[in-house]
């Protein structure tokens, strides 16, 4: 008889441990859930509107007033120079084109493979990539001598009987761009759907009700609905895949397709892609930590997801630990007298030498310690600390690519030296603003989580009981289609 | 020299540079500011690395004190015939001139992305960071001839395009062919060494087709197989301090 109890209580602790290691099998009601992320996200408190006013005022003072005043005057008030043609307008261009692969990128594979603990981090990730690549979007422009020109780069008719030359990487990357662009706002568009039919349902103010009735299209959560919508988001997700990877490795081109000794590399596709994804995920890592503060999502955020999101930071620092050193070996072992100054002025007592050995230990050191154990992945602070070690580091990497690798050439008497001016560092908090304001405004707008696909997952899970113990199990209803 | 070379024109222009002859006196850089309006941008602009000008003259010293010598490279856009800054231009703002076998730039379709001046392994393209600044009496003295940039576009040394245009048609309108040394850039026309030299190099009578043939000649960062259509002279013993 005591045995028995004994038995029983411990099925019920280990049922506990079974909810508390996943999301999925802690199941909680729809009304439940869908009250706590409605009520998360119509809650507008004194810090969210000083945050937003704070990050408005810097995007208006850096792309708006110190914009206005490099297109005035020139771009003379920025540091580039010759030979340093390219400056920090570019690196953050790469840069923030890289964090918005973590998204998309990310999303698409984890729900291709089927990987559930997916759920509650897609809406974030796919979010901060249509973000980053508008933030990206912008420094084309931004960086350009006449910017009230940058149509004449769009292949369309004109007067001037002109057409766009597509020998030029730069075309290539802004086509891969705008598919890049297209492309992912549909892939975060699509599962938010009936997300926002949900919002619409709950909505209080008429006008809030009017914006979701639009936005939703008119979902009704009808069965040929739900069915179209798997079909339209399974094509998607294969679809994405392969633009994301084009997308950086063209990114790449501009740089590689070049004669810029330090630039002209065969290894920079696979090494931009991989680097990309490395700072793309370290960015969601910090992202997701700062969504469950300052949202309250402790219940959808766990332990589970930050160790799962921990070991592809750490996968992710060794393949670009890998593909850096095989570019850096194969170059230092080329032995090319150009590359010699660079490496020169990059290691050493060389004047960039901080920025490449800093580039190092962010990169490799501080990721790989905070990671390595589960400890280290499943705290929060820690993690995100990881993340931001991280996107120091693949910033100091682009910059080490852009500015500095122009600063040494064929030429001594031709040397640079750069310094990003007073207006370029304003632009690049004003973008870095842009960003997080974005994100600040749609977290008032949209759920941040994806309700129905954690309530689907939740269905779909269950716990079992095998014997004389207690095991998780699935249930493939697609198969039932 | 290059597949460009099969075309309607049968000029093919050339520079040729004795660096055993050049002495740095910088007559050539005052000539080119003079005749392409290129603005002058002033002290604090040139230690920033933003000097304007089209030639550059690179001072090497060659040897230990006492024995030293100075040796001047003068280095202006090198026409070459595979250009690397052509390709990366997405609006067509420089390309390659069938009939004059020259880069041109076209600055009315320059847009500023300045992928070409990073992609020329002479660094010899200059951008304007802000619009010129001509103080008087300099406004007076302005070429007609050539158009004033404004910021935000990229220019550089074009051979003298003007001066080959006139001759050319001047040449076509008395019906006779050009004569060797009848064209003449401001930088060799203002140079007192005659270390520069420009003519036609597919006239087997001129005088850079001569020098063209010199033990001496050599062409810059040849290996990168751009074709330039500056040839270098040098090996001879000229000693200048």
Known sequence: MSSDRKHVQELAHLEQELKASDLLLDRRSREEMNYEVMHAMERISLGWLLAAFVLGGLVFLGLGLAWAYQIKWGLGVAGINRPVFWGVYIANFVFWIGISHAGTLISAILRSVGAEWRRPITRAAEAMTVFALIVAGIYPLLHMGRTWRFYWMLPMPNQRVIWPNFRSPLMWDMMAIITYLTGSMIFLYLPLIPDLAMVRDHSK??????????????????????????????????????????VHTIV???????NVPGWKSTIFGPYFVVGAIYSGVGALGVV???VRKFMGFQYYLRDQHFDNIGKIMLTMTFFWTYFWFNGYLTEWYGAETALDFLREFMTYRGGAAPLFYGMLVTNILI???????????????????AGISINVGMYLERYIIVPVTLSRNRFPFMWGHYVPSPVEVLISIGSLSLFILLYVLLSRVVPLISVWEIQEGQVMHVIRRVGQTLVPGVIHWHKAE | ????NESVNEHRWVMVVDVDKCTGCGACITACYAENNIPIVGEEEIQKG???????????W????????ARFLPIMCQQCGEAPCEPVCPVFATYHSATEHINIQVYNRCVGTRFCANNCPYITRVFNWYDPVFPEPLHEQLNPDVTVRSRGIMEKCTFCIQRIRQVEEDAKSEGRPIEDGEVQPACVQACPTEALVFGDLNDPNSK?????????????????????AVIYLKGGDAHVV
């Open chain 2, 208 to 228: 850079v087709a001569r020098l063209a043939q010199s033990r001496r000649a050599f062409r810059l960062l040849e290996d990168l197989g751009t074709e330039p």
């Open chain 2, 62 to 69: 060659e040897g230990e004190y006492p024995n030293i010598r």
């Open chain 2, 1 to 4: 020299m290059s597949s460009h």
């Open chain 1, 288 to 290: 997701l930590v700062l």
């Open chain 1, 367 to 385: 990721p790989i310690s905070l990671l390595w154990s589960r400890a280290g992945r499943t705290t929060p602070w820690t993690l995100a600390l």
């Open chain 1, 252 to 258: 790449s081109w501009d740089f590689a397709m070049s």
């Open chain 1, 205 to 246: 103010t008429k006008l809030r009700k009017r914006l979701f009735q639009v936005l939703s299209l008119g979902w009704r959560g009808t069965e040929p609905e739900w069915k179209h919508l798997h079909v339209a988001m399974t094509i998607f997700t294969f679809i994405i895949i392969p633009v994301a990877a084009s």
């Open chain 2, 50 to 60: 933003r000097h304007m000008g089209w030639v550059r003259i690179e001072r090497y």
